[in-house]
């Protein structure tokens, strides 16, 4: 390999032609395939026995994310104007064609049962809107009467009433999310305020911001890293070449998705930063050995200099590359979509980065000159005297360096205990942005925006007319209402007869519950079934009434919440498997649960496997188990600690920081490789201390300033507008610091004790 780059270094324009040429024939397909894909139904696995069945059960029961319009009036709902807004927006909803229109429902198209002569009938709340008083006040009262739209919607204080609209499936655009803001907007007035709310919404939000914030982020990001390139290499050309590199790698990753029609992610806005934060280390490494035999030899020619560079370099730079490949491609054991492809993009990004690394920036080195180190000459004594003392005090302070770190992972444990999973797609926006106001707005009012769909199955036809059935269902509602504040509210077959039994005795409220017999039971169905309006029932019970849905409302839609009522709803499984019934779940806050699953599952397979690959990979490379061994100690460190810092201070694993354990041994490894690099290397002196301050005058400083380089990169992930993202460029940071102190304390230590590289086993 390395004569072919010597072979390359004869032709060095026809390189640098042939890779810009291949960059602009990468930018074609991102104009022409890039896209964003904010649907979360994608995020997830299809073909996973929890998504098949959950989709399964929303066909049954036609169960749809729908948009959540809420009308606000401080002084009460119950009035002309407010009616009629309430009329006008469940029409203009209905006219959409992305709108399910028969499913639209609002106190306009509310069914409200009552008892009649004829025995049971199926009446509109109001058609045309009252003016007076009495006739607004008999439209209030009914809905005061009527527990299946009283606090479902209109709010109990009164206040609040909401129209949900139902998407159909895969429509949901930015064109509508733009058509239902200013829809919204159009009905809104000084007494009457809208709040939209509800997962499609959420989804247009993210899809919004996701682009703008990686808009925001690359050029932040390369103005840091160009001022600390600068600081670092101090040489235009350096700099600008080194910049290169990670911007034609970012460009070739996004390029190879859009080939291959694979979307933009969330998470996938963050290849860019760290393609240009990973990359850069190669060049910084590369520069560095030069400028070093720069100084050793101030005459020579520079196609001898790149040649030594790339002899000395060649096996660390590609070694760190296929260790870093490693930690990536590792994701790939994740279920999750958007993790498993951030994996394998930016795997190939670094693999890009790597190779234009020993062959673009070699090349432009050959046509644009060496860089000029005149003023470096007299930092190299300082450098070095700072590197040989300080690798001297770190070896006899050995044990107060292994007693500091044990403690620390003593506690970091401890804290790794403490880490939760969170799939919440809110959490991934700002406390006081709008969408999670509204939401928390709605849920203030009602019973929540997120929903668990329990599905309940039976082999019997008829079995939810039996009334024993029933009267368990109705009960597993109202315990699980009653005993979990998250859980707001529920709907089910069981409210429906509950009604049904009630407005056929007078609207007594004895009578407001189960009937008692299985014949009463089908002839109140039967009733409704008549009535013209039978639609509504289909979609808490199925034609043959062997399966039942019971929708439960959540105030959160975090995996705590949702964790919480499944745990209570479980604790009826028994006494429903008497009866010949099994629970199942389904619905986008179930599967928004197992995905958090799948997250942990991948999260600690990768980990397990790239850690496994890495031992090997450092085995092989340096021809010994027992480096692969060492290799591996600062990033296991790396990933305890910053795990424990997780635990200790509660942020939670989510899609965004899962590839916390793939990136820390991704990156963290480089200095690990470089520095074993340079022990060995260096061991060639026969003193075991020599060969220590040698390494750390070499490597060492290189390690520095690419840590340096890399936590500033990340740090600007702070300025995210998705709280994850901020997290992770934190973790990240963090991430980088422990790996680079761990590589110049640790990992020299355990090198040093284990007197590899020395025959003399006793210390020089």
């Given at each position: 390999?390395?004569?072919?780059?010597?072979?390359?270094?004869?032709?060095?324009y026809?390189?640098?032609?042939?890779v810009l040429?291949?960059?602009?024939?990468?930018?074609?397909?991102?104009?022409?395939?890039?896209r964003?894909?904010?649907?979360?139904d994608?995020y997830?696995?299809?073909?996973?026995?929890?998504?098949?069945?959950?989709?399964?059960a929303?066909?049954?029961?036609?169960?749809?994310?729908?948009?959540?319009?809420?009308?606000?009036?401080?002084?009460?709902?119950?009035?002309?104007?407010?009616?009629?807004?309430?009329?006008?927006?469940?029409?203009?909803?209905?006219?959409?064609p992305?709108?399910?229109?028969?499913?639209?429902?609002?106190?306009?198209?509310?069914?409200?049962?009552?008892?009649?002569?004829?025995?049971?009938?199926?009446?509109?709340?109001?058609?045309?809107?009252p003016?007076?008083?009495?006739?607004?006040?008999?439209?209030?009262?009914r809905?005061?009467?009527?527990?299946?739209?009283?606090?479902?919607?209109?709010?109990s204080?009164?206040?609040?009433?909401?129209?949900?609209a139902?998407?159909?499936?895969?429509?949901?655009?930015?064109?509508?999310?733009?058509?239902?803001?200013?829809?919204?907007?159009?009905?809104?007035?000084?007494?009457?305020?809208?709040?939209?709310?509800?997962?499609?919404?959420?989804?247009?939000?993210?899809?919004?911001?996701?682009?703008?914030?990686?808009?925001?982020?690359?050029?932040?990001v390369?103005?840091?890293?160009?001022?600390?390139l600068?600081?670092?290499?101090?040489?235009?050309?350096?700099?600008?070449?080194?910049?290169?590199?990670?911007?034609?790698?970012?460009?070739?990753?996004?390029?190879?998705?859009?080939?291959?029609?694979?979307?933009?992610?969330?998470?996938?806005t963050?290849?860019?930063?760290?393609l240009?934060?990973?990359?850069?280390?190669?060049?910084?490494?590369?520069?560095?050995?030069?400028?070093l035999?720069?100084?050793?030899?101030?005459?020579?020619?520079?196609t001898?200099?790149?040649?030594?560079?790339?002899?000395?370099?060649?096996?660390?730079?590609?070694?760190?590359?296929?260790?870093?490949?490693?930690g990536?491609?590792s994701?790939?054991?994740?279920?999750v979509?958007?993790?498993k492809?951030?994996?394998?993009?930016?795997?190939?990004?670094?693999?890009?980065?790597?190779i234009?690394?020993?062959?673009?920036?070699?090349?432009?080195?050959?046509?644009?000159?060496?860089p000029?180190?005149?003023?470096?000459?007299?930092?190299?004594?300082?450098?070095d005297?700072?590197?040989?003392?300080?690798?001297?005090?770190?070896?006899?302070?050995?044990?107060v360096?292994?007693?500091?770190?044990?403690?620390?992972?003593i506690?970091?444990?401890?804290?790794?205990?403490?880490v939760?999973?969170?799939?919440?797609?809110?959490?991934?926006?700002?406390?006081?942005?709008?969408?999670v106001?509204?939401?928390?707005?709605?849920?203030?009012?009602?019973?929540?925006?997120?929903?668990?769909?329990?599905?309940?199955?039976?082999?019997?036809k008829?079995?939810?007319?039996?009334?024993?059935i029933?009267r368990?269902?109705?009960?597993?509602?109202?315990?699980?209402?009653?005993?979990?504040?998250v859980?707001?509210?529920?709907?089910?077959?069981?409210?429906?007869?509950?009604?049904?039994?009630?407005?056929?005795?007078?609207?007594?409220d004895?009578?407001?519950?189960?009937?008692?017999?299985?014949?009463?039971?089908?002839?109140?169905?039967?009733?409704?079934?008549?009535?013209?309006?039978?639609?509504?029932?289909?979609?808490?019970v199925?034609?043959?009434?062997?399966?039942?849905?019971v929708?439960?409302?959540l105030?959160?839609?975090?995996?705590?919440?949702?964790?919480?009522?499944?745990?209570?709803?479980?604790?009826?499984?028994?006494?429903?498997?008497?009866?010949?019934?099994?629970?199942?779940?389904?619905?986008?806050?179930?599967?928004?649960?197992?995905?958090?699953?799948?997250?942990?599952?991948?999260?600690i397979?990768?980990?397990?496997?790239?850690?496994?690959?890495?031992?090997?990979?450092?085995?092989?490379?340096?021809k010994n188990?027992?480096?692969?061994?060492?290799?591996?100690?600062?990033?296991?460190?790396?990933a305890?600690?910053?795990?424990?810092?997780?635990?200790?201070?509660?942020?939670?694993?989510?899609?965004?920081?899962?590839?916390?354990?793939?990136?820390?041994?991704?990156?963290?490894?480089?200095?690990?490789?470089h520095f074993?690099?340079?022990?060995?290397?260096?061991?060639a002196?026969?003193?075991?201390l020599?060969?220590?301050?040698?390494?750390?005058?070499h490597?060492?400083r290189?390690?520095?300033?690419?840590?340096?380089?890399?936590?500033?990169?990340?740090l600007?992930?702070?300025?995210?507008?998705?709280?994850?993202?901020?997290?992770?460029?934190?973790?990240?940071?963090?991430?980088?610091?422990?790996?680079?102190?761990g590589?110049?304390?640790?990992l020299?230590?355990?090198?040093?004790?284990?007197?590899?590289?020395?025959?003399?086993?006793?210390?020089?």
């Amino acid at each position: 390999m390395e004569k072919l780059l010597n072979k390359l270094l004869k032709i060095p324009y026809v390189i640098l032609g042939v890779v810009l040429i291949i960059t602009v024939l990468f930018i074609f397909p991102i104009k022409k395939n890039a896209r964003m894909e904010t649907n979360l139904d994608k995020y997830m696995p299809q073909n996973h026995p929890a998504f098949i069945y959950s989709n399964k059960a929303e066909k049954w029961f036609n169960i749809k994310d729908g948009i959540i319009i809420a009308v606000e009036n401080k002084n009460g709902i119950f009035n002309y104007k407010t009616l009629t807004i309430v009329k006008k927006l469940t029409k203009e909803l209905q006219r959409l064609p992305q709108i399910s229109k028969e499913e639209v429902t609002s106190l306009y198209t509310a069914d409200n049962i009552v008892g009649s002569e004829g025995g049971l009938d199926v009446k509109a709340f109001y058609k045309r809107v009252p003016k007076s008083k009495e006739k607004l006040e008999e439209i209030k009262k009914r809905v005061e009467s009527n527990d299946m739209i009283f606090s479902r919607l209109v709010s109990s204080d009164e206040t609040v009433t909401v129209v949900i609209a139902p998407v159909i499936d895969s429509v949901f655009s930015q064109e509508l999310y733009r058509k239902i803001l200013t829809l919204a907007k159009k009905y809104q007035t000084p007494e009457n305020k809208l709040y939209v709310a509800g997962r499609p919404i959420v989804e247009g939000t993210m899809a919004l911001l996701g682009p703008a914030d990686m808009k925001k982020m690359v050029p932040i990001v390369l103005l840091v890293i160009t001022i600390a390139l600068y600081l670092t290499l101090r040489s235009v050309k350096s700099t600008i070449l080194t910049l290169l590199v990670v911007l034609l790698s970012t460009i070739w990753a996004f390029g190879l998705m859009a080939l291959v029609n694979i979307p933009v992610y969330a998470v996938s806005t963050m290849i860019p930063v760290m393609l240009i934060s990973i990359g850069v280390a190669y060049g910084i490494h590369l520069y560095s050995h030069l400028h070093l035999y720069q100084l050793e030899h101030p005459n020579a020619e520079k196609t001898e200099a790149v040649k030594d560079m790339l002899k000395s370099m060649f096996s660390p730079v590609s070694m760190a590359a296929i260790t870093t490949i490693v930690g990536f491609l590792s994701l790939l054991t994740s279920q999750v979509y958007p993790i498993k492809y951030f994996g394998v993009f930016t795997a190939f990004g670094v693999f890009v980065a790597m190779i234009l690394s020993l062959v673009f920036i070699p090349a432009g080195i050959i046509a644009f000159g060496l860089p000029k180190i005149k003023k470096r000459t007299a930092e190299k004594g300082s450098n070095d005297k700072f590197a040989y003392s300080f690798a001297k005090q770190v070896i006899e302070k050995k044990n107060v360096t292994i007693s500091i770190t044990v403690l620390v992972v003593i506690l970091a444990v401890i804290g790794v205990t403490k880490v939760w999973i969170n799939s919440s797609f809110l959490d991934k926006f700002e406390k006081d942005s709008d969408i999670v106001k509204t939401d928390r707005f709605i849920n203030e009012h009602f019973g929540g925006t997120s929903t668990l769909n329990v599905i309940l199955d039976s082999k019997e036809k008829g079995a939810f007319k039996n009334p024993e059935i029933l009267r368990l269902v109705d009960k597993m509602q109202r315990t699980v209402v009653g005993d979990l504040k998250v859980v707001g509210n529920s709907f089910s077959l069981a409210d429906y007869l509950k009604r049904m039994n009630k407005v056929m005795h007078a609207d007594k409220d004895e009578f407001d519950r189960i009937p008692e017999s299985r014949e009463l039971i089908a002839q109140y169905l039967l009733l409704y079934e008549m009535s013209g309006y039978p639609d509504n029932l289909w979609k808490v019970v199925d034609y043959n009434y062997s399966k039942a849905n019971v929708t439960f409302q959540l105030k959160s839609d975090n995996s705590k919440a949702i964790d919480a009522a499944l745990n209570e709803i479980n604790s009826f499984k028994d006494d429903f498997k008497k009866l010949g019934v099994t629970i199942n779940f389904a619905g986008s806050g179930y599967k928004a649960y197992v995905f958090t699953d799948l997250i942990l599952q991948g999260q600690i397979l990768s980990l397990v496997m790239s850690l496994f690959i890495v031992i090997i990979l450092l085995a092989l490379m340096f021809k010994n188990l027992l480096i692969g061994l060492i290799g591996s100690v600062p990033i296991v460190l790396t990933a305890v600690i910053t795990f424990g810092i997780m635990g200790w201070s509660g942020i939670p694993l989510n899609s965004t920081t899962a590839l916390l354990s793939s990136i820390a041994i991704g990156i963290g490894i480089d200095y690990a490789v470089h520095f074993i690099e340079q022990y060995r290397v260096n061991s060639a002196c026969g003193n075991k201390l020599l060969t220590a301050q040698k390494a750390m005058a070499h490597s060492g400083r290189a390690i520095f300033y690419n840590a340096i380089i890399v936590i500033a990169g990340f740090l600007v992930l702070l300025f995210s507008v998705f709280p994850p993202n901020r997290e992770l460029g934190f973790l990240v940071s963090l991430n980088m610091f422990i790996s680079f102190a761990g590589t110049l304390t640790v990992l020299l230590i355990l090198l040093y004790k284990a007197n590899i590289y020395f025959k003399n086993k006793k210390e020089n």
